[in-house]
């Protein structure tokens, strides 16, 4: 069964670093997405990405995230300079149109 | 803000009874409603679908929508321990939208 994998699994950083997320969606799918879950919370929205361009982002998206497809398969959350409330498992998804997420494992991010 | 609510718990049942999970939604604009399990320190994972009024039946699992209500619900049959598991209700408004999560609800299958 296709699946989204993403990397890495779990990182740690310090805070002011930068990081990058990884994730390779279902090849097929054609919308892309990255979700956070902090501890104990529940699962919120960062980004969407259609057609190589955003085409949605949350409040929670601010200057300090980018998103990006530089070579067709791999789609990477960027995190500019990390605050310690960045501490959060990171979900990359892609969808066939309407049909539901498939989500990756998660990359658990740590911020000290 | 379009929320979507779901009642915490825990919710505890015993192996092999019937475990119902409620979810309501305020956006009367959303087209598409979903259900996925998440074990503890993991991705969700889509167990149902539904997107018209009535009963969808897939397995031990029957989900039923409600548009006139906002209500969703997500019945598990034959509850297993393997079920036990943090339950998110989720909907969208259309098909090019993105997926807006409730809190879920976290289910315990006593053996």
């Known amino acids: 069964e296709p699946e989204v994998t993403q990397t890495p699994s779990h990182q740690v950083t310090q805070m002011g670093q930068e990081v990058i997320l990884r994730c390779v969606p279902i090849s097929n799918h054609l919308y892309f997405y990255w979700y956070r879950q902090i501890l104990g919370q529940k699962v919120e929205f960062l980004v969407s990405?259609?057609?190589?361009?955003?085409?949605?982002k949350s409040e929670i998206f601010d200057d300090q995230f980018s998103v990006e497809r530089p070579d067709g398969s791999n789609f990477t959350l960027k995190i500019r300079s990390t605050k310690l409330e960045d501490s959060a498992m990171y979900f990359c998804?892609?969808?066939?149109?309407?049909?539901?997420?498939?989500f990756g494992s998660g990359t658990r991010l740590t911020v000290v | 803000q379009k929320e979507v609510e779901q009642n915490s718990g825990p919710l505890s049942v015993p192996e092999g009874a019937i475990a119902s999970l409620n979810c309501t939604y305020s956006d009367r604009g959303s087209q598409s409603f979903f259900w996925y399990r998440q074990y503890s320190g993991k991705s969700p994972e889509l167990i149902m679908s539904i997107y018209s009024n009535g009963d969808k039946e897939d397995g031990r699992f029957t989900a039923q929508l409600n548009k006139a209500s906002q209500y969703v619900s997500l019945l598990i049959r034959d509850s297993q321990p393997s079920d036990s598991a943090t339950y998110l209700c989720a909907v969208k408004r259309t098909s090019y939208d993105k997926v807006i999560f409730g809190p879920g609800t976290s289910l315990s299958v006593i053996p």
């Open positions: 990405f259609y057609n190589n361009e955003i085409s949605e």
């Open positions: 998804a892609s969808e066939e149109v309407g049909a539901g997420y498939t």
